[in-house]
Structures are given as C-alpha cells and as structure tokens.
C-alpha cells in the first residue's frame, strides 16, 4: 500500500505523476480494495484504556509503554491514505491528504485540522522522545511511557489519541463500513 505515498526522488515526474493518477483511478473503480485497506486501517487501535488513561504493555522488554509510531501516527497515515483513493485525492503526504480531503467534502475543514494538529503533536512527542534516547545513550525507540510526561502533555497525549480514534470512526463511516 505504501506504493500509493511515491515521490519523485530523481528523473521524469510526469512519468511518476501519470502512475499515481492511473492508481487513483483504479482504486476508485474497485470497492473491494478500499474495503480491504479499510479492514486493514481499522485493524490497529489507539492504546486508550476504558478504566484508565491508557493500554500499555504489560511486560516484555518495555513495561508501562506503547509505541507511538504504530500504535498512533500509523493509523493517522493509513486512515488519510484510505479517505485519499476513496476521494481521488492524489496528495502523498498525510498532512496535505488531511488538507486536500477538506477541499474534495472528504472531511469538515474542523475535523482534518484536529487531524493533523494531533499528527503533528505526536510527531513531536515522538522526537522529544528520540533525543532523550540519544542524550541518555540508550538505543532508539519508539515506546513511549506517558508517566514521563508532565500532566499538560500527559492531557494533550489523550486528546490527540482521541482523535485518532475519529479519524479511523469517520473513515469507516465514509467509506462506508
């Protein structure tokens, strides 16, 4: 599926460009293969706990932690990718598929902009975390420990997990699972 997020790196982008508008095309045409990838997007669940703030690991090399690259910013860029090919959306980042779906009715202007603020929060998370790691010496991760963050981000951490979990609740509902 990660074929669907091509860049030209080098050489002829209309050749590159051509493709992806013969994918996007594709893929509207075949309902079976957005439900697939639907089925598949909806697979991973953001780690809110029903009791608890969270659903962390309970033992294993890294107690107390989930990682936040697939355990959240996964769902985001699957989630958008979906909306994308169901709207004919041809943008290969998630920030610009997020802001393209608003234009296409794909989602409320309100939404993708929840959307990508809490993407890009966990993003940050996710590179404070990576230069503790390496300030500490210790070996890259993404496992995160929210005990390690101080209440507001702790809150903030939640809320954007929250919104990864409408993100995947709207993109059932508008492609219709």
Not at 98 to 115: N, S
Request: with cysteine; glycine share 4%.
């Amino acid at each position: 599926v990660i074929f669907f997020d091509m860049r030209v790196v080098q050489g002829d982008s209309a050749a590159v460009e051509s493709l992806r508008q013969t994918l996007l095309e594709w893929t509207q045409q075949r309902d079976i293969f957005r439900r697939i990838l639907t089925e598949d997007a909806l697979r991973r669940r953001p780690p809110l706990g029903q009791i608890r703030d969270f659903r962390l690991s309970r033992g294993g090399e890294h107690p107390h932690t989930f990682d936040i690259k697939t355990e959240a910013l996964a769902i985001i860029v699957e989630a958008s990718r979906v909306l994308a090919l169901a709207h004919g959306v041809s943008a290969v980042s998630t920030t610009e598929r997020l802001r393209q779906l608003v234009l296409v009715d794909g989602l409320r202007d309100v939404d993708a902009a929840a959307y990508e603020e809490a993407f890009q929060h966990l993003q940050l998370l996710r590179l404070q975390l990576h230069q503790e790691q390496q300030r500490a010496g210790k070996p890259m991760s993404n496992r995160l420990d929210p005990d390690h963050l101080n209440p507001l981000d702790r809150r903030i951490l939640r809320e954007c997990l929250r919104q990864v979990q409408r993100l995947q609740r709207d993109m059932a509902s508008r492609v219709g699972l």
